[in-house]
């Protein structure tokens, strides 16, 4: 295949380089005709809590990497892990000839669907900076620590509060856009990688909608871009979970509330272990309300500022639907069919609308014919595995069981240096990182320390293969004193 791609001048490798910017994406895929590279691509470029001093020498790598030229940008959605570095590197980006960058359709200022949703997510991000704020303030005057300090478990119970505000704020820390004025829609991402100095005068912007499909490209003769998601269907992009199409978590969520810390401490010879709404509080009669002894049971029954913590699911559902928006692509060499699959953050409504009425023209045999996603996933060979390993980042059904080439390779951006804590009991999710195990035979690259994230992996409820196993560390081990992880999917 190689000699034939050679002859036709068709693009006969890509490689692809993962770095190591923590749990967050950044990749380069450089398109070979033999062993000269005629086409630069990038993915993305960030990392949950990245900082200036952490992006530095990874930028400097790519610009020697790639000549400074990149010609073709992908930019997948607007959460800090996937974008943060060029904000944080803007002066390196700068010195960086972008020739192309292509955006989800969400973008697009003259859609009128995508300004739609950009001003709804802008009165949710208002709303939830509004709810962080206060919280971290209460924190910081020390409102709780007084509220407590006369309560049995009172140092649990704060505990658990600033547990509780601290991954929210690391929640809210996703969004890159979070001080926004009231009323004022969400940038554009357009607007954003002009400030931040990638895209200039002659850099060209496109959209790109589910069914689209990009080919000939210069410089990229024999590849064929095909566009998955983001949908355009609402329904699809607040869509995250659906029971059957993902992966059990790894462990239950504590849910730790102030009623089952008071039922842990009650004692029926005390006075002080009633519960809230216990049942001696309830208004049988119905003529009072909630009775006044209650206010006697202590401060912390009163809902002053409980109001607050529906930030947190308001923070989960803000989330996962900037996930759905995710740009998903399948990258493939059009003589083999073999594809790389980049689904960014897309969570199950993504992967879901892909195989609903949507078809693709593919060239086979010198004839167009239509495709669905099946066989696009059927044609993997190489998996960006989504949202680090989560357990609803990858679809099983309508996912991960339809990868079925024994060639398939995988790369995971997932890497407990940098990582919230609220993120550890989903990610990794160890029958996503199992069943990953078995289908690539151990080729399988972490971003992160394999020897940290393999135990979380290996629970009593999945079995590895040690060949499989030693053939993963066989892989990463020549990486492990790199920025970056490299792997060459042939044509």
Not at 234 to 261: M, P, V
Not at 307 to 333: P, V
């Amino acid at each position: 295949m190689a000699n034939g791609n050679h002859a036709s001048g068709k693009i006969s490798s890509i490689n692809v380089r993962m770095y190591r910017t923590g749990t967050g994406d950044c990749f380069i895929l450089q398109f070979k005709l033999a062993n000269e590279v005629k086409f630069n691509m990038m993915i993305d470029c960030g990392c949950i809590n990245g900082g200036k001093a952490q992006f530095k020498p990874i930028v400097e790598d790519l610009i020697v990497h790639t000549g400074n030229i990149i010609d073709l940008l992908v930019v997948t959605h607007q959460h800090a892990d996937h974008i943060n570095g060029f904000q944080k590197s803007a002066e390196l980006f700068d010195q960086i000839q972008f020739k192309k960058v292509w955006f989800a359709w969400t973008e697009d200022e003259e859609d009128p669907i995508a300004n739609d949703y950009r001003a709804n997510h802008s009165e949710l991000g208002n709303a939830l900076n509004a709810a962080v704020d206060k919280l971290n303030a209460l924190i910081t005057n020390k409102y709780y620590d007084s509220l407590f300090a006369d309560e049995l478990y009172g140092n649990l119970m704060l505990k658990s509060k600033k547990h509780f505000i601290g991954a929210l704020s690391g929640l809210n820390a996703l969004n890159t856009t979070n001080k926004l004025a009231v009323g004022v829609p969400l940038p554009t991402m357009v607007e954003l990688f002009k400030e931040y100095k990638v895209i200039k005068e002659h850099t060209e912007v496109e959209f790109l909608e589910p069914g689209d499909v990009k080919f000939e490209l210069p410089g990229a003769m024999g590849i064929r871009f095909y566009v998955l998601g983001p949908p355009r269907d609402r329904t699809f992009l607040n869509r995250t979970e659906k029971d059957g199409e993902n992966f059990e978590q790894r462990e239950n969520k504590s849910t730790i509330d102030f009623a089952f810390l008071s039922a842990m401490g009650a004692a029926p010879s005390t006075e002080t272990d009633k519960l809230p709404f216990d049942q001696e509080y309830e208004d049988t009669d119905h003529r009072y309300g909630i009775q006044k002894e209650y206010e006697e049971g202590g401060n912390w029954r009163k809902i002053d500022h409980d109001w607050l913590y529906s930030a947190g699911n308001l923070a989960l559902r803000y989330e996962r639907s900037i996930n759905n928006t995710s740009l998903a692509l399948a990258i493939q060499f059009d003589d083999s069919e073999r594809v790389l699959l980049f689904p960014a953050d897309a969570e199950f409504g993504n992967w879901e609308s892909w195989h609903t009425n949507l078809e693709w023209p593919v060239k086979i045999n010198d004839q167009t014919v239509m495709k669905n996603a099946e066989y696009f996933l059927n044609k993997t060979v190489f998996y960006k595995v989504g949202h680090h390993l989560s357990q609803n980042g990858t679809a099983k059904g309508k996912g991960i069981d339809m990868m079925t080439s024994p060639d398939l390779a995988a790369m995971v951006t997932l890497d407990f240096k940098k990582i919230n804590d609220g993120w550890l009991n989903t990610m990794p999710n160890d029958l996503l990182g199992a069943e990953l195990i078995r289908k690539t035979k151990g080729k399988l690259f972490f971003v992160g320390d394999r020897k940290k994230i393999l135990p979380n992996i290996k629970t009593d409820r999945v079995t590895i293969k040690q060949t499989h196993e030693k053939a993963l560390n066989r892989i990463n081990e020549p990486f492990d004193n790199k920025i970056f992880i490299e792997y060459e999917v042939t044509a």
